[in-house]
């Protein structure tokens, strides 16, 4: 545990977080004339989620889906 004043978390912002990083600190508490006010720590890992391709392989495009495309593009003047 380390317990910093506030003007010494602002100059030394990077530091700190470098701190809990790289697991040297689990928590880091600000203090404000001498009393602990707020603590930092790092944000629990979430598992990434996949987002990318989650509808692969339900839907399939129509072989005419862009049969629409010329008479839009003509609408808006010859090009989109």
Do not use: C, H
């Not at 707020?38 to 392989?57: C, S």
């Amino acid at each position: 545990m380390t317990q910093v004043n506030m003007l010494e978390a602002k100059t030394d912002l990077s530091k700190l977080v470098r701190m809990l990083e790289t697991k040297q600190e689990d928590i880091i508490y600000l203090a404000r004339n001498g009393t602990a006010v707020a603590q930092m720590t790092l944000l629990p890992e979430r598992p990434a989620r996949k987002r990318i391709g989650v509808a692969e392989g339900k839907f399939k495009v129509p072989d005419a889906f862009d049969v629409w495309d010329k008479e839009i593009e003509e609408m808006f003047g010859g090009e989109i």
